[in-house]
């Protein structure tokens, strides 16, 4: 062989060596893309993500929180639910609490205390989920007893005015953790609660029986936060369950489930 045709017989080995090392590369990383996005994401990852989330907005990083939002729209619809034993109004609850994390993170016109309402809520939700003995949200929840306690002094001493404010306060602390509640416990479990709390919605009650309706109300939550039975709850207070409605809650079944179902096969079919 000629010093040229070697020359020759050599680059193109070096030609041929270097492309098929490109396309190992090219395709392995595709291949690897391709794995990642199909790989089934877990409920502790959807957690560790919830709680960057709730981090980024407690200091004003919307925009970082918006991304970890966005990841989570694409990847939630893999999670798999079969282990946590949710029924159709659990899910919903779920995805209703996410959509309203996405409302945080993309309208910045909502005042920051809702903003931050609406992101720590998904969060408690999420590891509602997967915290069956020691949820989150009910060291909230004992908090919220004590909160009760102070009301009712407030009742006692004839302070009206300031049991009313501090009950509106109690409402929107209770507001952020009724999404965990709603998540994590059947919905038989906390109807009770729920519907009495709808039925104080007039205001009225705190001047003329407030003590006794707080005492209720403090029985009732008490008894969500020990998983005690509800079976036994007075016969008048399922009239007043019954008058408010007990199908309040769930409309939505699967809709959201199906929402990101569909969000993550037209995001598939643009790549």
């Not at 519907?195 to 009225?204: F, G, K, M, P, V």
């Amino acid at each position: 062989m000629e010093k040229g045709e070697r020359r020759d017989f050599f680059m193109g080995k070096k030609v041929f060596f270097l492309s098929f090392l490109l396309f190992t590369l090219f395709f392995g990383n595709v291949g690897q893309t391709i794995a990642e996005e199909n790989k089934e994401v877990s409920m502790q990852i959807v957690e560790e993500k919830a709680k960057l989330m709730h981090e980024m907005a407690l200091n004003n990083q919307y925009e970082e929180a918006k991304q970890i939002h966005s990841w989570l729209v694409v990847q939630f619809p893999s999670v798999s639910f079969d282990e946590y034993n949710m029924d159709t109004y659990q899910l919903s609850e779920l995805f209703r609490s996410f959509d309203r994390a996405g409302e945080a993170v993309t309208r910045a016109g909502l005042d920051e205390r809702t903003r931050l309402q609406y992101i720590i809520a998904f969060r408690l939700a999420v590891d509602a989920t997967i915290s069956e003995d020691h949820p989150l949200w009910k060291k909230s929840g004992e908090r919220l007893i004590l909160l009760l306690d102070d009301i009712n002094k407030q009742i006692e001493n004839g302070k009206t005015d300031e049991a009313i404010q501090a009950f509106r306060e109690w409402r929107h602390q209770f507001e952020t953790i009724r999404p965990a509640m709603y998540t994590g416990m059947k919905e038989e479990e906390i109807l009770p609660l729920t519907s009495y709390i709808q039925h104080l919605d007039n205001e009225e009650w705190i001047e003329t029986d407030g003590q006794d309706n707080l005492k209720k109300l403090k029985e009732l939550f008490q008894k969500v936060l020990s998983n005690e039975e509800t079976s036994n709850v007075d016969p008048s207070l399922w009239a007043v369950i019954l008058s408010i409605g007990g199908v309040l809650f769930v409309s939505l079944t699967y809709a959201g489930w199906k929402k990101y179902k569909g969000e993550k096969e037209r995001h598939q079919m643009r790549d």
